[in-house]
């Protein structure tokens, strides 16, 4: 059955099928193996309304809404200044301020892709002025905005906390350490690059335009503030802390820069309608994909195959990030979400793993697969976005992966990268 | 600060720098953010088939956007209710669950219309032309059936709940017609892969939609 439901997966992934029908159509088949025909299939669709319903998850629209509305905006360019204006100046300057508007813009959007567009939009033709090489900067582009999926709001924490019953608070929280852990390293190794290559430095920036950029960086900052403060502060649940981040996005640009008419803002709300129905017909798909796994217990019957009992947790955590990473260098990182994390599920629970240690980890490696070739779906974004073949797009990848790579071996061993922040907010 | 606006607008708000501000086009491209409205949507379908298409079209576009901007609207309102005045609405959870289901099932024909919905094509795009025809064909059509198939099996999981007669707890609204758009959102995405289907049939190039084309647009172009 293990076998059956999972190539009929593979195939009709591979062979360019819409990515809901993989999964409704392995559903499909383990409902009417279990139970003999197609008696039961009004469950199927039970389950997949059962997916979709839980409150949770109303925070996915609601934060790609108010990043929707804010990417249409000046969020990123006023972020960007703001960095540009402190470090700018230093060796790797330009480099070292692309990562880090990267994360910031990542605690205003959760979509690597946006961040890629957002951010690496304007900073390219920059960063190639001053002297970098195109294959640096696209590589440097695509993997910072990785780091926006660790930072909160991010939607694969959501979904993985959904579907794992794991808190949606503390995974937020616990993606903060590794993504700023990343950021750092991805600092070194642009001072390394701009040191060897000889990258000349831009001008310094005078303290009064440094603390007018402060100024106007100061409204799009509200987002972390009110994300990261609602939620350590307990003042928020993630769904409300998306709803405030919507009003919060609606007073900023309709009435305060006022860039965002009403009909723009029934474009931008169809525009999430969209994003969100694609998501979560996936999501309900998945629910239903998970429930059937789970009840033929095919979760067991893959993983007693390769032997994961006899591993202990490092080695469990080992063989998850592996799967994680294989999978998201093909599918879509939401999709490898939904299959992978139930057929995980019961493994974690037997080898008494954290959860939101697990969530995070997952989350990295996904953020990395992403953006690894063959297949990493952020590739795709940088070709569309910035026109340029496939092989220009990854030669420079590889540093940056080794790089993250290693943080997710350091994170397996010291758990304490994620989990500081979230044992200082809640435990 | 409103007077400094018009500038402001103008060079994109940087003081830095002002260019490869990312153009609406770069973000559709990406994915990013989406602009198909439903009036640039044209049917292909012939007289009056093609009215009623572009109709739907519109409603699709209306329900997802006026579903999002209630659903913030709710959410927002539940927010400052608890936090301003005090008192949590009641209801909130239960219109949100409605909304959900209602963008859901709007949008996923409104993405199958316009050749939205997320796929892998690593594979797809190393195969030669007719190979792609051939196979886009198969998919459509494949993808139509279990679309037909969900949508009537979602009829009748729909009819047991008006059987049943349950109410939502506080809104007291029939559950069943909450789930009214799942058996028509299916089956109106399973006519969209059908016409894609025919499409692909009698015209010459590949679609992934009635209206797209498939493959990168304008891949040549510098920027």
Redesign the interface.
């Known amino acids: 059955m293990a076998v059956t439901i999972l190539s009929i997966m593979i195939i009709l992934l591979c062979l360019g099928f819409p990515m809901m029908i993989p999964l409704i159509a392995a559903a499909g088949v383990g409902f009417y193996t279990m139970f003999g025909g197609f008696g039961q299939m009004e469950t199927m669709i039970q389950q997949f309304m059962a997916g979709i319903r839980p409150a949770a998850l109303i925070a996915v629209p609601m934060f790609i809404f108010a990043a929707d509305i804010m990417t249409r905006g000046q969020s990123a360019q006023r972020l960007i200044d703001l960095v540009m204006s402190f470090v700018g100046h230093k060796r790797g300057g330009l480099a070292i301020s692309t990562a880090a508007a990267c994360t910031m813009f990542g605690a205003v959007s959760g979509s690597t892709q946006a961040t890629v567009v957002a951010i690496g939009g304007p900073l390219r033709p920059r960063m190639l002025d001053a002297g970098y090489k195109d294959s640096f900067t696209l590589a440097l582009i695509i993997n910072a905005s990785d780091i926006a999926f660790l930072i909160p709001p991010s939607i694969g924490m959501i979904i993985y906390g959904v579907i794992s019953n794991t808190s949606i608070a503390e995974l937020f929280i616990a993606g903060i350490g590794p993504g700023l852990l990343i950021l750092l390293l991805f600092s070194i190794y642009c001072w390394i690059y701009a040191v060897r290559m000889g990258v000349p430095t831009e001008p310094v920036t005078p303290w009064p335009d440094r603390m007018r950029a402060v100024a106007r960086a100061l409204w799009p900052m509200g987002f972390p503030v009110i994300i990261i403060g609602g939620i350590y502060g307990g003042i928020f649940s993630p769904t409300e802390a998306a709803a405030a981040c919507v009003l919060y996005a609606l007073i900023l640009e309709m009435i305060v820069f006022r860039t965002i008419d009403l009909k723009t803002l029934v474009a931008t709300a169809r525009s999430t309608g969209l994003i969100t129905a694609v998501v979560f017909i996936l999501v309900g798909a998945g629910a239903a994909f998970s429930w059937v796994i789970s009840f033929a217990q095919v979760p067991q019957e893959v993983l007693g195959a390769i032997g994961i009992d006899e591993m202990g947790p490092i080695g469990v955590l080992f063989v998850i990030s592996i799967a994680f990473f294989i999978g998201c260098m093909f599918v879509d990182p939401i999709v490898v979400i939904l299959v992978l994390v139930p057929i995980f599920a019961p493994v974690v629970d037997a080898v008494g793993l954290d959860p939101v240690h697990v969530g995070t980890i997952i989350v990295l490696q996904v953020a990395i697969g992403s953006a690894t070739p063959p297949f990493g779906c952020d590739i795709f974004t940088a070709i569309a976005v910035f026109k340029r073949p496939y092989a220009d797009v990854v030669r420079g990848t590889p540093p940056f992966i080794l790089i993250l790579l290693s943080v997710s071996v350091l994170l397996i061993f010291f758990p304490q990268i994620a989990l500081f922040l979230r044992d200082l907010a809640f435990r | 600060?409103?007077e400094q606006?018009p500038e402001?607008?103008k060079t994109?708000?940087?003081?830095?720098?002002t260019?490869?501000?990312?153009s609406?086009e770069?973000?559709a491209?990406?994915?990013?953010?989406?602009?198909?409205?439903?009036s640039a949507y044209r049917s292909d379908l012939p007289g009056p088939l093609g009215w009623i298409d572009n109709g739907i079209a519109r409603l699709e576009?209306f329900?997802?956007?006026?579903?999002?901007?209630l659903?913030?609207g709710n959410?927002?309102a539940?927010?400052?209710g608890?936090?301003f005045l005090g008192q949590s609405i009641q209801f909130t959870?239960e219109v949100?669950?409605i909304l959900?289901?209602l963008?859901?099932?709007?949008?996923?024909s409104?993405?199958?219309r316009?050749g939205?919905?997320?796929?892998?094509?690593?594979?797809?795009d190393m195969m030669p032309g007719r190979m792609r025809k051939l196979?886009m064909i198969v998919?459509a059509l494949?993808?139509a059936g279990?679309m037909f198939?969900?949508a009537w099996?979602?009829w009748?999981?729909m009819m047991?709940q008006l059987s049943r007669g349950r109410v939502l707890p506080s809104l007291q609204i029939p559950v069943w017609m909450t789930?009214v758009w799942?058996p028509v959102g299916f089956f109106m995405t399973g006519l969209q892969y059908l016409l894609t289907t025919i499409k692909n049939i009698i015209a010459p190039d590949i679609y992934l939609s009635t209206s797209v084309l498939e493959g990168?647009a304008?891949?040549?172009?510098?920027?």
């Open positions: 600060m409103s606006q402001d607008r994109g708000g940087a003081s830095l720098s260019e490869g501000v990312p609406a770069a973000l491209a990406a994915g990013a953010i989406d602009d198909v409205a439903p576009g329900l997802l956007a006026a579903g999002v901007l659903m913030a959410s927002v539940n927010v400052i608890r936090y959870e949100n669950q959900i289901i963008i859901t099932f709007a949008g996923i409104y993405a199958a316009h939205r919905h997320i796929r892998m094509t690593a594979f797809f196979l998919i494949v993808t279990f198939a969900l099996y979602s009748g999981f047991t789930v799942v990168y304008d891949d040549e172009q510098e920027v």
